[in-house]
Each structure stands twice: as structure tokens, then as C-alpha cells.
């Protein structure tokens, strides 16, 4: 059996950042399973299905892929035997993530690679139910998570180094609607394991935050 570690919390809290930091240190597996259903949205996105056809979306789960590769130590996402990682960070396809993955079939296409791993690997994993739902019995849970304000200011200035134009306002808007719906969708909702520890990263720096999860590993 693995070792499980668990980090949930809303979109922007600087999840997968800090859990890849953490697998560094600890020299456990990173699985980013918001990187997973990005990779079906990219799929759907190239399907040309809107978020809405839910039925389209069931469908094109059929014919969809994604798999995990570790290169020099580095997760790759592979949509139906493409490398779609440099495609997965788009505002397009974060939103299209966030509306299809409440979605049971969206859900259930990934749950068992997830799973999978986990049995076989010490693994840290991200997303909005890990500890919840998808590793209920992880060894480690953490709930991550940090002001609206500061998670936008974060994105912000991200997509200003990438050179992309964007709007403060929009993007802590959308922070909000994105968490609205995560919190509030009928599958898996966002919420905190019973059993989880919080970790508000508003004020803390990047270091902070990874030794911080690491004092509570093994």
C-alpha cells in the first residue's frame, strides 16, 4: 500500500504548486488531477462542446484518454496518446475543467487511475475532493486555502509575466464564481475533510507553506 497525502482547497490556493514542492522533498509521487480533467477539457475543446451539452460531454468521454508520464521527473499529461501539457493552463480550458468535472461520467472516466495509483505509490495528490472522496482514508489531509484577494493577485500577476492582458477584477471574479460552483455542485463539492488540516496560505510565503505539510508527513 501507498502513502497517501491529500490537498484540497479552491481554485488559485496554489495547490499544485506546493504539492509538487512537497513530492520533491518528501521523494513522494505528484498527481495533479486538476491537470487530468484539463486534459479532458481539451478534449471537449477540440470536440467543440460547450460546457452545457451534457450529453456531448458524456459521449465524447468515450473516445478520450488521459494518462499520466513522469519525464526527467516531470508529470506529463497525455490526452489520446498527445502531450497536451503546455495546452493545460489556459483561462479556456480552467473554466471548461471547472464546469464539466461535476459532471458523474467526467468523473468516474479518471476516478480509477487515480485510484490506482494511490495503491501502488507514495503519492501526493491535489484537487477539490481528494480527501473526501477520492483517498477518503489518505494518511495526510490538508485543506489549502488563502483570501480571494490574494489568490487573484496571484493569478494575476502569473498571466502578466506570461505576457497575457488580463483584468484584476475579472479574474477575482471569476475566483469567486469558480469557488460558488465548486462548493456548490451535487458531486463532490468542495468542501473540508472532517479529518483535514487547514492551512491558509494568505500570509504565508511558498517556503512556509511546503515546510509547513512536510511537518506533518512522514
Same mark, same amino acid.
Given at each position: ?5 491529500? /490537498? *484540497? %482547497? ?14 520533491? +522533498?518528501? %521523494?513522494? /509521487? ?8 484539463? %486534459? ?11 460546457? +452545457? *451539452? ?22 506529463? &499529461? ?12 489556459? +483561462?479556456?480550458?480552467?473554466?471548461? $475543467? ?13 476516478? +480509477? ?5 494511490? @495503491?501502488?505509490? *507514495?503519492?501526493?495528490? =491535489?484537487? @477539490? ?16 486555502? $488563502? ?7 496571484? @493569478? ?6 506570461? %505576457?497575457?492582458?488580463?483584468?484584476? !477584477? ?6 469567486? !464564481? @469558480? #469557488?460558488?460552483? *465548486? ?11 472532517? =479529518? $483535514? &488540516? ?8 511558498? #517556503? ?11
Amino acid at each position: 500500500m501507498g502513502y497517501n497525502v491529500a /490537498i *484540497d %482547497g479552491p481554485a488559485g490556493a496554489g495547490k499544485s504548486t506546493i504539492a509538487k514542492l512537497v513530492a520533491k +522533498e518528501k %521523494g513522494y /509521487i505528484y498527481v495533479d488531477t486538476g491537470a487530468m480533467y484539463r %486534459g479532458l477539457a481539451i478534449h471537449f475543446i477540440k470536440k467543440k462542446i460547450k460546457a +452545457e *451539452d451534457i450529453k456531448g460531454i458524456v459521449e465524447a468521454c468515450k473516445d478520450a484518454e488521459v494518462s499520466i508520464a513522469y519525464e526527467n521527473g516531470v508529470q506529463q &499529461i497525455y490526452l489520446n496518446g498527445e502531450n497536451v501539457t503546455t495546452m493545460l493552463r489556459t +483561462e479556456e480550458v480552467g473554466n471548461m $475543467a471547472s464546469k464539466t468535472s461535476a459532471i458523474p461520467a467526467v468523473r468516474e472516466k479518471l476516478l +480509477e487511475l487515480q485510484r490506482t495509483l494511490a @495503491r501502488e505509490k *507514495d503519492v501526493i495528490m =491535489d484537487g @477539490r475532493d481528494i480527501g473526501t472522496n477520492i483517498l477518503p482514508n489518505a494518511d495526510v489531509k490538508i485543506y489549502l486555502t $488563502a483570501s480571494v484577494e490574494t489568490r487573484a493577485t496571484r @493569478r494575476y500577476k502569473e498571466l502578466l509575466e506570461k %505576457g497575457e492582458t488580463c483584468v484584476y !477584477e475579472e479574474i477575482a471574479q471569476d475566483i469567486k !464564481e @469558480r #469557488d460558488e460552483r *465548486d462548493m456548490n455542485r451535487e458531486i463532490a463539492p468542495l468542501k473540508q475533510a472532517e =479529518d $483535514a &488540516i487547514l492551512v491558509d496560505s494568505s500570509e504565508m510565503t511558498i #517556503d512556509e507553506v511546503v515546510k509547513t505539510i512536510c511537518s506533518y508527513c512522514k
